[in-house]
């Protein structure tokens, strides 16, 4: 299940809220200042870290705020909450983590490993599928664009199509590790 927002009919993601927002308002919604966006309180109930539980939902809550700008941070945080909710999932039985093929590679504690490590291991032990792993695997090639460098020497550009592929990943991540 998605992180959600109660209401009167049922849940809704943050895109389901933005989508709302727009046929109520007969196309697409103007931006809005932060403080009158509609902020999404996600139910993250099956992260089991407090400090993790944390960082995601402070994460999930400005990726709300800033749907409407922001290309890269929204990319950069949808990947960082993809890393977060990993490594909580892991996090909870770190001896079989430890023992998948990356916890044998990596040789550090899990608190270091990359999130190429994380979604690796998560779908050995079969806490995400297999679709969300590959797909995992092109967000953090994205995500690194977070170093200016890489940007410029890689030539990857970022648009709102790539942004929107990261969510729907990191919805996918959320519906395999809470379900």
Not at 150 to 161: D, F, H, I, K, V
């Amino acid at each position: 299940m998605n992180p959600v927002t109660k209401v009167s009919k049922g849940f809704l993601t943050p895109a389901e809220v933005d989508r709302r927002v727009s046929r109520r308002s007969g196309g697409s919604p103007e931006p809005e200042k932060p403080s009158s966006r509609i902020v999404v309180t996600p139910k993250f109930g099956f992260v089991h870290d407090s400090a993790i539980k944390a960082i995601v939902e402070r994460d999930y809550n400005e990726l709300v705020r800033i749907r409407e700008t922001a290309l890269k941070a929204r990319f950069i945080l949808a990947g960082g909450i993809i890393e977060g909710l990993l490594l909580d999932g892991l996090l909870q039985d770190m001896p079989r983590a430890m023992s998948t093929s990356p916890g044998r590679r990596e040789r550090r504690p899990l608190e270091e490993w990359g999130l190429s490590a994380l979604l690796d291991a998560a779908v050995e032990l079969k806490l995400i599928s297999s679709s969300a792993q590959s797909f995992g695997h092109s967000v953090r090639e994205y995500r690194n664009l977070v170093h200016p460098g890489l940007e410029y020497r890689s030539g990857l550009t970022l648009a709102s199509e790539e942004v929107e592929i990261a969510e729907r990943v990191m919805d996918i991540v959320i519906r395999d590790l809470s379900s």
